[in-house]
């Protein structure tokens, strides 16, 4: 049964720390989603990758916020120094782009999300 | 840019009533659309897509969804619904030449007995 994972699930830590979320996706999928959700904002796509090469990191706060690929099988996203206004359950989500001059659309499959508390 | 809108923020109804969650979106552009559901502490799945074809789209547990492009909607319904059916239910749209998908701010199902 193939899925997202994401880890760790919860992560509490004490403003100004830096915080790592892995995910790792579905093999064989081509790309994968970070996307923040809290209650206010709802869910924001923060940044995505195709062939492991971001394609668009707009929604990504450039100053504290990273996103990498270091190969085709782990997805990260560090936040350095994390604020109380980054608490919020962050979801990685992966798919399969279609082949090129075809439509772009991929199903994207969901992880279970880490949990992050910045005190 | 294409935006979601999604009408109820909650919809409260009674075991086996009928449901229907509604959805509008904006787009100068093709659009395919989305319904996704997220259980408590858990990440989003698909429920149902519409990429072509006939409008009508349907899952396998019961809901359908029917995009009418002249109304720019894509309203979820169900029958009879489920205690099983609470959860959280997200309208979404991306661009047929793009990749992004744009969420609406969800409508929380809730199924009283």
Redesign the interface.
């Known amino acids: 049964d193939a899925r997202?994972t994401q880890t760790p699930r919860h992560k509490v830590t004490e403003m100004g720390q830096e915080v790592t979320m892995r995910c790792q996706p579905i093999l064989g999928h081509n790309?994968v989603?970070w996307y923040r959700q809290t209650m206010m904002q709802?869910?924001e796509?923060l940044a995505?990758f195709?062939n492991r090469a971001p394609?668009?990191d707009s929604g990504m706060p450039k100053d504290r916020f990273s996103a990498e690929m270091p190969d085709a099988t782990l997805a990260t996203l560090k936040i350095q120094p994390s604020e109380p206004r980054d608490s919020a359950v962050y979801?990685c989500?992966s798919?399969l782009?279609g082949l090129a001059g075809g439509?772009?659309?991929?199903?994207?499959?969901?992880?279970?999300?880490t949990r992050l508390l910045v005190l | 840019a294409q935006s979601v809108t999604q009408l109820d923020s909650q919809v409260p109804v009674f075991e086996e009533a009928p449901v229907e969650l509604r959805c509008n979106y904006s787009s100068s552009v093709s659009v395919?659309l989305f319904w996704?559901v997220q259980y408590p502490n858990?990440?989003?799945?698909?429920l149902l897509?519409y990429?072509s074809g006939s409008t009508l789209v349907e899952s396998i547990n019961g809901f359908e969804a029917e995009f009418n492009k002249s109304q720019t909607s894509f309203h979820l319904r169900k029958p009879s619904v489920h205690i099983s059916d609470t959860a959280e239910y997200?309208c979404a749209v991306?661009e047929?030449?793009?990749?992004?998908?744009?969420?609406?701010?969800?409508t929380e199902l809730s199924v009283k007995p």
């Not at chain 1, 439509?103 to 999300?113: C, I, K, L, V």
């Open positions: 997202v790309t989603f709802g869910l796509l995505y195709r394609l668009d979801f989500a798919g782009a439509p772009r659309q991929e199903t994207q499959y969901f992880g279970p999300g | 395919y996704y858990q990440g989003l799945q698909l897509k990429l997200f991306s047929v030449q793009g990749g992004k998908l744009i969420f609406g701010q969800g």
